[in-house]
Structures are given as C-alpha cells and as structure tokens.
C-alpha cells in the first residue's frame, strides 16, 4: 500500500515507527499472515499466531537472499500484520534514537 500511495503522489515520504512488543498484550489485538484488507485473509488470536509465526525467518539472523526458499519466506513474513482494535499507547512507540 505504501508502494501504490508513493507511486500516486498521495505520500511523499513515509515514516516508519518502532513499536514495543508489548503491543500484542493489548486485549483484542489480533494477527494475520496475509494482507489483511485482502479477501480471504483470516485474523487469528495471538495465541494461535504463535505457532504460525515464522521466527527463524525474523530473527534467525543470516539468510542467503540468492536462495529462492528463502525470498519466498521473506515475502511470506513481510505480510505478517497485527490488528490493534483502537490505538497503541504513546509508551509503546520507541525512540528511534535509543
């Protein structure tokens, strides 16, 4: 989406924000591996997320991107959203700085 508002001329510049992981302690915060505007697209509970999620491919370190497996997961997780129900507290959006 954010491609497609650049390319439109409705964004100029984005801002990405870093987010404490606290986030999914929210009540009703819910995950999706896909796009989640996108037909089809089940929200599942975080405690269903869990055994989805693929952490080697987040924060197993190392990845050969020539490897097509590995670009495959890298575009899988990429879609990976969590829906927040109403808003995430200031406290939980990191300092960029440190």
Not at 2 to 31: C, M, P, Q, W, Y
Not at 80 to 92: K, N, Q
Request: overall charge negative.
């Amino acid at each position: 989406m954010e491609h497609a508002a650049k390319l439109d001329g409705r964004i100029v510049e984005s801002v990405f924000l870093s987010i404490h992981t606290d986030v999914i302690r929210i009540e009703g915060v819910l995950f999706t591996v896909g796009v989640s505007n996108k037909a089809g697209v089940e929200t599942h509970s975080i405690e269903t997320a869990m055994d989805m999620i693929d952490y080697d491919m987040l924060y197993g370190g190392w990845k050969d991107w020539s490897v097509p497996a590995v670009q495959k997961r890298l575009q899988e997780v990429e879609k990976y959203e969590i829906l927040v129900p109403d808003h995430i507290p200031i406290r939980m959006i990191l300092d960029p700085n440190g």
